[in-house]
């Protein structure tokens, strides 16, 4: 299982640390996706200050797609601070392929998504996003 990935922007190069004790089946799936190329070229749809940056939709690019399957929750205790990295869902249970980046410490979303990353390097390049930045690749080394 891989240890971090790089997040290719149009903005610039955000790399994450993968949290594999906390979610381990979450980031087998985020890098099988990446390593097919299926966020190669999509866009941040949601993108709100202080808040979130969410990507990930292949199908559709607005929010409302996914891969097609869904994947089990792999909830922890971890805060969700500043750079953590999150399975977006739209009820348990039901994530894919759409994640978030937090701009800033969210406790409300604690427990209640999967954490499966944080930010190690790029916090400037993840705060610069803008609503249809396109995450250009995933590279995973």
């Known amino acids: 299982m891989p240890a971090q990935a790089e997040l290719i922007t149009s903005r610039g190069t955000i790399t ?17 996706l990446a390593r097919a190329k299926v966020y ?18 292949h199908a559709r690019g ?7 399957y ?9 805060p969700y601070l500043r750079g953590a990295v999150g399975m977006a869902h739209a009820g348990k249970d039901t994530g894919g392929s759409q994640f978030f980046l937090t701009h800033s410490w969210q406790p409300h979303l604690d427990g209640r998504y999967t954490l499966f990353a944080h930010v190690r390097d790029g916090l400037e390049v993840m705060d610069a996003l803008q609503p249809d930045d396109v995450l250009v690749r995933v590279v995973i080394p």
Do not use: K, W
Not at 41 to 55: E, K, L, M, W
Not at 70 to 78: G, P, Q
């Open 16 to 32: 994450i640390a993968f949290a594999r004790e906390l979610a381990p089946a979450t980031v087998a799936n985020f890098a099988a």
């Open 62 to 68: 607005d929010g409302a797609g996914g891969p097609g």
């Open 70 to 78: 869904t994947i089990a929750c792999e909830n922890s205790d971890a």
């Open 40 to 57: 190669d070229g999509t866009p941040f749809h949601r993108v709100i200050a202080d808040f979130v940056s969410q990507g990930g939709d």
